[in-house]
């Protein structure tokens, strides 16, 4: 089966990324490489099993274009962790204390690249978009949001409602994002946006990762349904709700652009569709 092969491909990549990437932490100039060339084995590494088992242009990943979408994304992904962080800063539950660390946020970058478009890969190149097929968009996203939860439950400090609050704000959000543009670049840069902005800028947690601190020296204290606790930000009631309007903002356009699979319609009797990544 063509899933199967693909998620070995991918996921292999994913898991051997991973281990590489832990094994030279505590050098940050060696992660920052380590996870940038996890990246580009992983973009190689899905471009050749889908071409392969579909036999058709990996269009999802075509590299027009790709450069522009990737910063739209990131700069989406840091100003929604900006606002989750502002709406907690005046409430009084985050604070900067001062400089944390440059060469930490250096490696953090590398390890954000590497989990975010592996990640991205995994579950909105693969899972979403063969699920989709049958399913449809909807039930897709919500399936695989769903799914995209459950696996965070695995993280060392995760949360029942940790898992919920990342399938409903990430999980959704991202695999709408995807099927706005079509392509996977704008979920990409997105996932670390948000994912460097909240560990190698604003030094917060990352989804119970014990992560490690980035340029600023923060403390976070408060109601765990408002900061959300030892799993971070992304437990927190306000990123629910904006993942929620960005979710329905990209479905709007997915909808506008006719991108929204109906369910039992293949999207490979929609093949000759064109779209565009948003601008």
């Not at 051997?16 to 973009?43: K, R």
């Not at 706005?180 to 917060?204: D, Q, V």
Request: hydrophobic residues 50%.
């Amino acid at each position: 089966m063509r899933v199967v092969r693909q998620l070995l491909a991918v996921v292999a990549v994913w898991m051997i990324g991973g281990q590489c990437v832990a094994a030279v932490d505590g050098n940050p100039w060696l992660t920052l490489v380590v996870g940038l060339l996890a990246v580009v084995l992983a973009v190689v590494s899905y471009r050749w099993v889908v071409g392969r088992t579909e036999r058709r242009p990996v269009t999802e990943m075509a590299p027009e274009g790709a450069p522009s979408a990737v910063g739209r994304g990131v700069l989406i992904g840091v100003a929604l962790f900006v606002a989750v962080l502002t709406n907690l800063a005046f409430a009084g539950d985050y604070a900067v204390d001062g400089l944390g660390s440059v060469t930490g946020a250096v490696g953090l970058f590398g390890v954000m690249a590497a989990a975010a478009v592996t990640e991205e890969l995994v579950f909105r190149g693969v899972l979403f978009r063969l699920v989709e097929e049958r399913a449809g968009t909807w039930l897709s996203l919500v399936l695989t949001g769903a799914l995209f939860g459950l696996m965070h439950l695995l993280n060392p400090n995760a949360s029942l409602w940790g898992a919920v609050a990342i399938a409903i704000e990430a999980g959704g959000m991202l695999a709408a994002a995807y099927a706005a543009t079509r392509k996977l670049w704008l979920p990409m840069g997105l996932h670390f946006g948000w994912n460097f902005a909240a560990s190698g800028i604003f030094s917060t947690e990352v989804s119970g990762n014990d992560t490690s601190k980035g340029i600023l020296d923060s403390t976070t204290s408060g109601s765990k349904w408002i900061t959300g606790g030892d799993f971070g930000p992304e437990g927190s009631v306000y990123s629910v709700l904006f993942g929620v309007l960005l979710t329905a903002a990209f479905m709007w356009l997915a909808h506008r652009r006719g991108n929204v699979v109906p369910r039992h319609t293949r999207r490979a009797d929609r093949a000759d569709a064109t779209t565009e990544v948003p601008r």
